[in-house]
């Protein structure tokens, strides 16, 4: 397990436990986490979620198992694909099929951060101190603003990373937290490059905008990312507190490198005895990662009831080493009491 210790991410060890079913999740050991930068607690692994046989492919059936894992991405490229390494220049006079570059559709509303709203375009080419906090990156990993790939404007955050090893590089914010009705949305745009990790029962997990808070028994990290061999995306739950729990349904939409890609996350903890979760790519729910903490445990696993959720991260969060994702940029981002969409930002 990784976990953020103080300002730093820090190795615990890893656990892999066995699963009931793709949507019941997996047991084992969750670590535990301990408080990080400003007073956040963040926690991240090395191996968690492990899925059984019976677990869902990608072609949603079952998997042979392993744990849960990958990192993200979603369909076309923009212009040429850049080199191993490489980079491309900005998109935003370029987009391409699935979602549109910054010259597309309406002028977007103004960006405000304020109450349970948060905003961020980065157009300010720096990261806003009265918005995010930096949690240290893991080693090699940094975080910039700068206009390499740009979805809204000139702008956007480059988080960049080094191939096979774990890399952990996010923006922690609490300024809209506690959540009104302990429920909130967020919203990002996500590019990705070179390409994302794929092998026949790879483990892959990585997380691209999570929750993070606390239930009675322990902490807890909800969120969406990608996992497994064949770059689908992922809902997941981790409950570190004794006795832990994890679970996390995958999704039969595939991700892909090279195009700005807009992912969506709802967390609803209005029901303290649940946590229920959905998720959105492009404007388009993925049905199959809708969850309900308390469903999916059953019985087994009295360690599932929702936290009251205190800060929400965006970025990279790996939880095994990747071959081959290097760098993600992170554009438009939102955080709200209620439902977003793309549409804000020109998706046609």
Known sequence: MYKLLGTAFVVLGCSNGDADSRAQGAGGSAGTPSAGTGGLTMVTGSGGMPLAAGGESAAGGTSAGGSIGAPPAVGGSIGASPAAGGTTSRDAS????GMAGKDAGPAKPLCVTAGTELCDDFESG?????RWQSPKPSNGVTLT???VHAHGGKYAVHIHGVADQINNGVLAENVTFPAKNNSFYARIFAYFHPDLPAAPGGDFHTGFIVGSGKNA????????GLI????QFLGYSIFYGSPSYEFGPWA??????????????????AN??????????DDKELTELESDSAKAAGSEHPNHQSPTFDHVTVGLWEFHPS????????????VSSSKIGCKDVGMP
């Open 217 to 224: 028994l322990g902490d807890v990290q909800a969120g969406m």
């Open 94 to 97: 370029a987009p391409d099929a």
């Open 323 to 334: 071959p081959t994702l290097t760098d993600m940029w992170v554009d438009d981002v939102r």
């Open 272 to 281: 303290p005895a649940t946590e229920i979760r959905k998720v959105w790519v």
């Open 228 to 231: 497994g061999g064949e770059k």
């Open 252 to 269: 039969n939409t595939h991700a892909m490198p090279e195009r700005w890609t807009c992912l969506e996350l709802f967390e609803n903890g």
């Open 145 to 147: 603003v700068d206009d």
């Open 126 to 130: 720096h990261i806003d101190a009265a």
